[in-house]
T-cell receptor, first 110, second 116 residues
Framework: RKEVEQDPGPFNVPEGATVAFNCTYS??????FFWYRQDCRKEPKLLMS???SGNEDGRFTAQLNRASQYISLLIRDSKLSDSATYLC???????????FGKGTTLSVSS | DAGVIQSPRHEVTEMGQEVTLRCKPI?????LFWYRQTMMRGLELLIY????????DSGMPEDRFSAKMPNASFSTLKIQPSEPRDSAVYFC??????????????FGPGTRLLVL
């Protein structure tokens, strides 16, 4: 099993749609979880951290399910500007490195 | 702050040549990371430094790769000799916190390397 797995997509949705991405991780001892966003030919940027109780930042909601070892990202009322690749990130077993998923590509159209 | 600065932004070279990538982290950050991104393998950590000292280089592919951080504001990643399979985007990132912490890693714009 890969350390961090994501559905590569692409997810093609119209403006205003709600879309959700899931990510699974293999290390049950992981303690830090994040979603990063990467625009085409740009660098990754932190979108949000993921907390055990779940957290929300505007239209974005992140959830963590430790029992099933997956993380989710929900985007409500999608905007054209949300089009990007979303990277799921988890720390490794030793807590010494971040492991990045290969990303899920989202394309929002008008 | 200018953010993480990398140079060059693009590099095209021939197999066997030496390639040197440069990075200036955000001032005050005590961790610096070098990553490589390819379509096949995604984003992989190559090496990271804490207070200019290499901590974990287990991600460095082979001896052809080396990295240095002579001071808090400068780091280099060198490939000698380069091979076509080294073609990728190389990112430098910096942060205040250790890799497993909740501190944000700030990435530079990357260097797109093409080895012919």
């Amino acid at each position: 099993r890969k350390e961090v797995e994501q559905d590569p997509g692409p997810f093609n949705v119209p403006e205003g749609a709600t879309v959700a991405f899931n990510c699974t991780y293999s290390n049950s001892a992981s303690q830090s979880f994040f979603w990063y966003r990467q625009d085409c030919r740009k660098e990754p940027k932190l979108l949000m951290s993921v907390y055990s109780s779940g957290n929300e930042d505007g239209r974005f909601t992140a959830q963590l399910n430790r029992a099933s070892q997956y993380i989710s990202l929900l985007i409500r009322d999608s905007k054209l500007s949300d089009s990007a690749t979303y990277l799921c990130v988890v720390n490794n077993q030793a807590g010494t490195a971040l492991i990045f998923g290969k990303g899920t590509t989202l394309s929002v159209s008008s | 702050d200018a953010g993480v600065i990398q140079s060059p932004r693009h590099e095209v070279t021939e197999m066997g040549q030496e390639v040197t990538l440069r990075c200036k982290p955000i001032s005050g950050h005590d961790y610096l990371f070098w990553y490589r991104q390819t379509m096949m393998r995604g984003l992989e950590l190559l090496i990271y430094f804490n207070n200019n000292v290499p901590i974990d280089d287990s991600g460095m592919p082979e001896d052809r790769f080396s990295a240095k951080m002579p001071n808090a504001s400068f780091s280099t990643l060198k490939i000698q000799p380069s091979e076509p399979r080294d073609s990728a985007v190389y990112f430098c990132a910096s942060s205040w916190g250790y890799p497993g912490s909740r501190e944000t890693q700030y990435f530079g714009p990357g260097t797109r390397l093409l080895v012919l």
